[in-house]
């Protein structure tokens, strides 16, 4: 007979119902406890943070900057940070600091303090954390970063910049080109077990952040740039000069081979970039009058205008009368019968007054402007100024006259060298530049410099013209001083004194020389400036020819020309 299955007991059925309950329960729990590990509250994570964690920004790899061939001209490099958590720090251990971090930072430490995270010192060379590293002192932790390094010290400081401490530029192409070089710090996660040891940085145990920066090569020929800073610091401190600049650029395609600004300062080196006249950029961000070696620009103009030609000839008798003022020579010195070439030649301020007064002061101007005066000239360089010159309705009097000498108009030295170079090249003014290419971090191409012609400003006859006047200033004229027996220079003289409150001050000048070789053949075109010099010694042709000189013989020993 089948088997009857009698009906389970009422308190069995209450029994599993419960325990099923419980079962439920328990999971339901298990859930909550692990969604609550997994996604807590944010309120939570905060408060934790402030409690067991420290995030710090750190830095990560800033893109390089090289120059024409590949050389390093800043990098970034490992470093070491230094930090201090209260908690399980000793303030009787302070006095360890003092050889590292000074004494400001140890009495800083020799005392309890608040919270759980201080920066002790960030970003120190390997060589300097090391000591330190070996203490083992409890509760002073370190943290890698990257740390931005000038290898050749302040070798183009006036173009590369500096950063600060979280590597965001500055100055100079650092700032330029922030948006390219830059990789922004990233926020870490510190935390530590109970006896105060770091377990762990999130993301990785070095700290250092993938690059995601791009790279700069720039068209500077670092052979060039060290002659150049080195014979104008010579210079600047022969003539006890206030300041210097110095800057040279291949005329045929606006590429700065050099550029050279005194008094320099060594970017590695922080503590000195607190020396505000030491971080301009004289090249740039410096407007001054330039004297006589803006003549044969002026000349150039009247040529063009037709107010002259190479034939035309003036008479100088020391002095003359123009409007209701007096325009003079060197010491009233009568020059006589002057051609054209003969008045580049003397720096004839009588000759160019005269030549002034035959060109109609709207084309004047307005070939000006062509040139680049009174404008930027935007190289790819942070504090450019504009300089000035003055309106076309301002131009009476005595006006014209003085700015044919140079007076009464306010130039960079890059304007006034891509001017000159105008000449060199055969009359084309071509923007200048300093990026030769900029990559992004995966190699891909992203500028690149070339050569860019931003107007005709004259003829090639009229440049040919005067490339042959400026070999005769150097061969026989003021510029004697910067004749060379190794290759033939053209070039041009100025001195100008600086203006202050409307009237010219006796004792301050600006020197200056300008030139380009082979004279016919021009690879290269430079300015030289030294301003404010002391002594008996300040014009153009006694102190800043023999420094061209000095540059292009040093340089002919790098970079021969044929």
Not at 396 to 404: E, L
């Amino acid at each position: 007979m089948p088997r009857i299955r009698q009906p389970e007991p009422e308190e069995y059925r209450r029994s599993r119902s419960v325990w099923n309950v419980a079962l439920i329960v328990l999971l339901g729990l298990a859930v909550c406890t692990a969604w609550i590990q997994l996604r807590p509250d944010k309120r939570i994570v905060r408060q934790s943070q402030k409690q067991y964690w420290a995030n710090v920004a750190v830095s990560a790899t800033r893109g390089s900057i090289d120059d024409r061939y590949g050389i390093p001209l800043a990098v970034s490099v490992p470093a070491t940070s230094f930090f201090i958590d209260p908690k399980f720090w000793d303030p009787a251990s302070a006095d360890i600091l003092k050889p590292y971090f000074g004494n400001q930072s140890a009495r800083k430490f020799s005392r309890r303090l608040p919270g759980r995270f201080y920066w002790v010192g960030r970003n120190i060379r390997a060589e300097k954390a090391a000591p330190l590293e070996a203490l083992k002192a409890p509760g002073l932790y370190t943290i890698s970063e990257m740390k931005r390094v000038y290898p050749h010290g302040s070798l183009a400081f006036h173009v590369l910049g500096f950063c600060d401490i979280d590597d965001y530029g500055q100055a100079g192409v650092e700032l330029a080109w922030n948006h390219i070089l830059f990789s922004p710090p990233r926020t870490r996660y510190l935390t530590r077990d109970s006896k105060g040891k770091t377990l762990d940085i999130l993301g990785g145990k070095s700290g250092i952040i993938k690059n995601t920066s791009g790279n700069i090569r720039l068209t500077l020929d670092s052979r060039i740039q060290q002659i150049l800073e080195w014979r104008l610091s010579e210079g600047a401190k022969g003539a006890n000069a206030a300041w210097a600049a110095g800057v040279c650029v291949d005329p045929r395609t606006g590429e700065i081979l050099a550029l050279a600004s005194y008094p320099t300062l060594d970017p590695n080196n922080r503590n000195n970039l607190k020396q505000i006249d030491a971080t301009r950029n004289n090249v740039v961000g410096r407007v001054f009058e330039p004297g006589s070696f803006f003549k044969p620009i002026a000349m150039s103009v009247a040529l063009e205008t037709a107010a002259v030609n190479r034939n035309s000839h003036f008479m100088c008798y020391g002095s003359v009368r123009v409007a209701d003022k007096v325009v003079s020579d060197v010491n009233k010195h009568a020059h006589g019968y002057q051609d054209l070439t003969h008045v580049l030649m003397n720096s004839c301020n009588i000759g160019m007054s005269l030549m002034s007064m035959a060109v109609p002061r709207y084309q004047a101007w307005g070939m000006l402007k062509q040139f680049g005066f009174g404008e930027k000239t935007d190289v790819e360089l942070a504090g450019e100024e504009a300089g000035l010159i003055q309106d076309p309705e301002q131009w009476i009097g005595t006006v014209p006259a003085n700015n044919f000498i140079g007076q009464g108009i306010a130039v960079t030295q890059m304007q006034m060298v891509m001017a000159i170079a105008s000449i060199a090249n055969g009359g084309s003014l071509l923007k200048p530049y300093i990026i030769d290419e900029v990559r992004d971090s995966t190699g891909k191409i992203l500028h690149k410099g070339s050569r860019r012609v931003k107007y005709q400003v004259m003829s090639k006859q009229t440049a040919a013209f005067l490339r042959g006047a400026m070999k005769m200033v150097v061969s026989e004229g003021g510029g004697k001083a910067a004749k060379s027996d190794k290759v033939q220079i053209a070039g041009k003289t100025g001195t100008a004194q600086v203006a202050s409150g409307g009237t010219y001050s006796k004792g301050h000048y600006v020197a200056s020389f300008t030139g380009f070789w082979p004279a016919d053949d021009p690879k290269y075109v430079m300015v030289i400036s030294l301003g404010e010099p002391k002594g008996a010694r300040y014009y153009g042709g006694q102190i800043s020819a023999p420094i061209f000189k000095s540059i292009v013989e040093d340089m002919l020993q790098v970079t021969p020309v044929k």
